[in-house]
């Protein structure tokens, strides 16, 4: 499984991005696809995440009412659309698909259950 991520830059407090991340995977039901974020000198922690078979989500609360994640089945691609971005919210982020349940808190010791895309960067930057 490979993942190809795209829409990273640089965008003002208050701005609005879309990030998107397209998955190389032919059939998706039973996948989830979502996003985490590295800040410099902070741990690698999950931002939103989306089932694919039926678009159910999960936000972090730090992004909850500002991002929202969305899928297109028939492309296997995912979306984060970022409003209201704040200079917090600077960032590496990675995209992520697994084979699970449900999307949810996952930490470090999940991080093995992914398959990761390559960092795109969002700097939030007036």
């Known amino acids: 499984v490979q993942l190809q991520a795209s829409g990273g830059g640089l965008v003002q407090p208050g701005g609005s991005l879309r990030l998107s991340c397209s998955v190389s995977?032919?059939?998706?039901?039973?996948?989830?696809v979502g996003w985490f974020r590295q800040a410099p000198g902070k741990e690698r922690e999950g931002v939103a995440g989306?089932?694919?078979?039926?678009?159910?989500?999960w936000y972090s609360e730090s992004v909850k009412d500002r991002f929202t994640i969305t899928r297109d089945r028939a492309t296997t691609t995912a979306y984060l659309q970022m409003n209201g971005v704040k200079p917090e919210d600077t960032a590496v982020y990675f995209c992520?698909?697994?084979?699970?349940?449900?999307?949810?808190?996952?930490?470090?010791?999940?991080?093995?259950?992914?398959?990761w895309g390559q960092g795109t960067l969002v700097t939030v930057s007036s």
């Open positions: 995977k032919s059939t998706v039901d039973h996948y989830g």
């Open positions: 989306i089932m694919m078979s039926d678009g159910r989500t």
């Open positions: 992520a698909t697994g084979f699970l349940s449900d999307w949810k808190t996952y930490g470090p010791d999940d991080y093995k259950l992914f398959y």
